[in-house]
């Protein structure tokens, strides 16, 4: 269970990640991960750093998967993001946080609903 | 389109203030912010309108919704704004068009399940709306009765959310039965059972055609509370506007549930002797709620055993006894509500309650006597015009099966008796004889030089004090009225010094 989850996860990820190659922006990271918790995406677009976290869901049972991110997570995504541009000496550049909610329903297309500068 | 805009009305006391209500929906994080100074069951709307959208099968958006109620400044409370609210989500997710919102107003909770519950206010609100041109307002199908008084309005009683759809989309009006409204309770109440007590019935007449505040002093169970019940039976009905105002009143108090909203009769309301200030003048901290002297507006206010209530309650009564109405202030606003009410004090003699001059059964102390209705401050006696002592009644009073006049009689005698007033104090600031200011009194309303020079009289051996000689005054013309006599001579002078001092005694 916990397996299919986790693919579920990752193939959200590499979903978005996909998605803003598309549009242009490079990777930098992923799944950066420190004591504090873990970026899901790290990415350039025209000189602005994108920390993107990428929320997947097979079933819309349990709501909307951007509501899962609530003020605590907010906060937490906030920080990361600090932390990752304090670590690779980034300090000064713009940077924006972005959300995306990929759907996984059965049979058809996985959906990604993108955010930006949600925070 | 992510705006919408959509009419409220909000309540400031009996005045209504139009609140637009802006939805705008942006992308970001599924959130739902609520701007305008709402109060507690306003905030929880969020929960509500939720469910009731997605139960009525419209969606609800997973994107950043800010509500905002303006004006800002003015504080709004209550589940009424439910409605409007969800209302414009549908309009900022463009399942409703925005045209044709101008001219109508949403009022209503909303249920979990999208059925739409009564509020309180809503007459208020509509006459309110009326005034600033609102043509339409969508109210909750168990408020309907209280839309039929009010003209210039088209009131549409909705029970569901979904209704409100259909109704948005389409123009479908909801099926709605207006018969069903029509359910006045006659009031069972009437003078003819009352058994005997002839001076009482008299004072009470003339309390009712003069407008005259009145206190009955007798032992328990002499019958102070069933005839002071029976005044709204003699008093002249309201009129429509007075009847609007009345039902006004009691629906910003949630109390429509015990008062017809058409009904012409005037209120009765009879607080607890223990009650608090609070209740009887009115207050709340954000919903400034009316009080019983308000919901007693155009009415009789009754309270019994008003030895008993505590220091302040009674006096707190001065203000409205003398304006007509109370105003009050707290951090939310100053709200006035109307008070204009015929006082009914009822009080024992005595602790004991036995005391009737004779002093035969009566157990208490002669201080002990004095002190009682000493509790009764003097400047609220002094408002009083009429005292009168009920007494026991006697055995062949019991014994006698004739009827008393019926309340129909003494009503009609008392219309007659006031349409003669009314005549005379044409073009003047004040209707009723209690109303007649002490300098008239002396000038243009004078009795009789016979009835004055009695008067005068009094006033030389003390027996009378000045307030006392123009409250005197002001009965006479109220019996000279009655009488059909065109001003007061010397009889009805004495008949009215022998009302204002019956209890004088005790």
Same mark, same amino acid.
Not at chain 2, 41 to 56: I, M, P, T, Y
Not at chain 2, 145 to 172: D, K, W, Y
């Given at each position: 269970?916990?397996?299919?989850?986790a $693919?579920? #996860?990752?193939?959200?990820?590499?979903?978005?990640?996909?998605y803003?190659? &598309?549009?242009?922006?490079?990777?930098?990271?992923?799944?950066?991960?420190i004591k504090?918790?873990?970026?899901?995406?790290?990415?350039? !677009?025209?000189?602005?750093?994108?920390?993107i976290?990428?929320? &997947?869901? &097979? &079933?819309?049972?349990? #709501?909307h998967? !951007?509501?899962?991110?609530?003020?605590?997570k907010?906060?937490?995504? $906030?920080?990361?993001?600090?932390?990752?541009i304090?670590?690779?000496?980034?300090?000064g550049a713009?940077?924006?946080?972005?959300?995306a909610?990929?759907?996984?329903?059965? #049979?058809?297309?996985?959906e990604?609903?993108y955010?930006? #500068?949600? !925070? | 389109m992510?705006?919408?805009?959509?009419?409220?009305?909000?309540l400031?006391?009996?005045?209504?203030?139009i609140?637009?209500?802006?939805?705008?929906?942006?992308?970001? =994080?599924?959130?739902?912010s609520?701007?305008?100074?709402?109060?507690?069951? =306003?905030l929880?709307?969020?929960?509500?309108?939720?469910?009731a959208?997605?139960?009525?099968?419209?969606p609800?958006?997973?994107?950043?919704?800010t509500?905002?109620?303006s004006?800002?400044?003015?504080?709004?409370?209550?589940?009424?704004?439910?409605?409007?609210?969800?209302?414009?989500?549908?309009?900022?997710?463009?399942?409703?068009?925005?045209?044709e919102?101008?001219?109508?107003i949403?009022l209503g909770? =909303?249920?979990?399940?999208?059925?739409?519950?009564?509020i309180?206010?809503?007459?208020p609100?509509?006459?309110?709306?009326v005034?600033?041109?609102?043509?339409?307002a969508?109210i909750p199908?168990a408020?309907a009765?209280?839309?039929?008084?009010?003209?210039?309005?088209?009131a549409i009683p909705?029970?569901?959310?979904?209704?409100?759809?259909?109704?948005?989309?389409?123009?479908v009006?909801?099926?709605?039965?207006?018969?069903?409204l029509h @359910?006045?309770?006659?009031?069972?109440?009437?003078?003819s059972e009352?058994?005997g007590? @002839?001076?009482?019935?008299?004072?009470?007449?003339? *309390?009712?055609?003069?407008g005259?505040?009145? =206190?009955?002093i007798g032992?328990?169970g002499?019958? @102070?509370?069933?005839?002071?019940?029976?005044?709204?039976?003699?008093?002249p009905?309201l009129?429509?506007?007075?009847?609007l105002e009345v039902?006004?009143?009691h629906?910003?108090?949630?109390a429509?549930?015990t008062?017809h909203?058409?009904?012409?009769?005037?209120?009765?309301v009879s607080p607890h002797? +223990?009650t608090?200030t +609070?209740?009887m003048?009115?207050?709340?901290?954000?919903?400034?709620?009316?009080? *019983?002297?308000?919901?007693?507006?155009?009415?009789v206010?009754?309270?019994d055993? *008003?030895?008993e209530?505590?220091?302040g309650?009674?006096?707190?009564?001065?203000?409205?006894?003398?304006?007509?109405?109370v105003?009050?202030?707290?951090?939310?606003?100053t709200v006035?509500?109307?008070?204009?009410?015929?006082?009914?004090l009822?009080?024992?003699?005595?602790?004991?309650?036995?005391?009737?001059?004779?002093?035969?059964?009566?157990?208490?102390?002669?201080?002990?006597?004095?002190?009682?209705?000493?509790?009764l401050?003097?400047p609220?006696?002094?408002?009083?015009?009429?005292?009168?002592?009920?007494?026991?009644?006697s055995?062949?009073?019991?014994?006698?099966?004739?009827?008393?006049?019926?309340?129909?009689?003494?009503?009609?005698?008392?219309?007659a008796?006031?349409?003669?007033a009314?005549?005379?104090?044409?073009?003047?600031?004040?209707?009723?004889?209690?109303?007649?200011?002490?300098?008239?009194l002396r000038n243009?309303?004078?009795?009789? @030089?016979?009835?004055?020079?009695?008067?005068h009289a009094?006033?030389?051996?003390e027996?009378i004090? *000045?307030?006392?000689?123009?409250?005197?005054?002001?009965?006479?013309w109220?019996?000279a009225?009655?009488?059909g006599?065109?001003?007061?001579?010397?009889p009805?002078?004495?008949?009215a010094?022998?009302?204002?001092?019956?209890?004088?005694?005790?």
């Amino acid at each position: 269970m916990t397996n299919r989850l986790a $693919q579920i #996860g990752a193939d959200g990820e590499t979903l978005v990640a996909s998605y803003l190659e &598309s549009r242009g922006a490079t990777i930098i990271a992923r799944n950066w991960r420190i004591k504090g918790g873990e970026i899901d995406l790290v990415a350039r !677009l025209d000189g602005m750093l994108l920390f993107i976290e990428v929320k &997947s869901r &097979s &079933s819309a049972k349990f #709501g909307h998967p !951007l509501e899962a991110i609530g003020p605590e997570k907010a906060f937490r995504l $906030q920080r990361l993001a600090l932390a990752w541009i304090a670590t690779h000496d980034h300090w000064g550049a713009d940077y924006r946080i972005d959300c995306a909610a990929v759907h996984f329903r059965h #049979g058809l297309k996985p959906e990604i609903e993108y955010r930006a #500068g949600v !925070l | 389109m992510p705006l919408a805009r959509v009419k409220s009305i909000a309540l400031v006391g009996l005045r209504g203030e139009i609140v637009d209500i802006e939805v705008d929906i942006s992308d970001g =994080l599924p959130g739902y912010s609520l701007l305008g100074l709402p109060d507690a069951a =306003l905030l929880e709307s969020k929960e509500r309108v939720r469910s009731a959208l997605q139960n009525s099968g419209a969606p609800w958006p997973n994107k950043r919704v800010t509500v905002s109620l303006s004006p800002a400044w003015l504080p709004k409370s209550g589940s009424g704004f439910d409605l409007p609210i969800a209302v414009a989500l549908l309009v900022a997710q463009g399942l409703v068009a925005q045209c044709e919102l101008t001219t109508l107003i949403f009022l209503g909770e =909303l249920a979990l399940d999208g059925a739409i519950k009564p509020i309180r206010g809503i007459l208020p609100a509509l006459l309110a709306a009326v005034e600033r041109g609102i043509t339409t307002a969508i109210i909750p199908v168990a408020n309907a009765a209280e839309s039929i008084g009010v003209e210039g309005i088209q009131a549409i009683p909705i029970a569901r959310m979904s209704e409100v759809i259909s109704f948005l989309e389409a123009g479908v009006m909801p099926d709605f039965h207006r018969e069903d409204l029509h @359910k006045e309770s006659a009031s069972s109440n009437d003078l003819s059972e009352i058994v005997g007590q @002839k001076k009482a019935r008299h004072a009470l007449e003339m *309390a009712a055609i003069g407008g005259h505040h009145l =206190l009955f002093i007798g032992p328990p169970g002499t019958g @102070k509370t069933m005839l002071a019940e029976r005044i709204p039976t003699i008093m002249p009905p309201l009129t429509r506007v007075e009847a609007l105002e009345v039902a006004a009143i009691h629906s910003i108090a949630g109390a429509l549930a015990t008062r017809h909203v058409t009904s012409i009769v005037p209120p009765f309301v009879s607080p607890h002797h +223990t009650t608090t200030t +609070t209740a009887m003048v009115g207050g709340g901290a954000n919903f400034i709620r009316p009080g *019983a002297c308000s919901m007693a507006h155009r009415g009789v206010l009754f309270i019994d055993e *008003a030895p008993e209530c505590k220091a302040g309650v009674l006096d707190s009564l001065r203000q409205p006894l003398e304006s007509g109405s109370v105003s009050i202030s707290r951090a939310s606003g100053t709200v006035t509500f109307p008070a204009d009410f015929l006082l009914v004090l009822a009080a024992n003699p005595c602790p004991c309650g036995r005391y009737n001059g004779k002093g035969r059964a009566c157990t208490c102390s002669s201080l002990q006597i004095r002190r009682y209705l000493q509790r009764l401050s003097g400047p609220l006696l002094d408002r009083i015009d009429i005292r009168s002592f009920v007494e026991v009644p006697s055995r062949t009073e019991l014994a006698s099966t004739d009827a008393g006049e019926s309340s129909e009689i003494v009503r009609a005698r008392v219309v007659a008796a006031r349409n003669i007033a009314a005549t005379r104090f044409n073009g003047l600031p004040w209707q009723l004889n209690s109303q007649i200011p002490a300098s008239q009194l002396r000038n243009k309303f004078r009795a009789r @030089k016979e009835g004055m020079a009695f008067l005068h009289a009094q006033l030389d051996d003390e027996q009378i004090s *000045a307030r006392g000689y123009h409250k005197v005054l002001r009965l006479a013309w109220t019996i000279a009225d009655r009488e059909g006599i065109s001003v007061p001579g010397l009889p009805e002078v004495e008949s009215a010094y022998q009302l204002r001092q019956g209890a004088e005694a005790l």
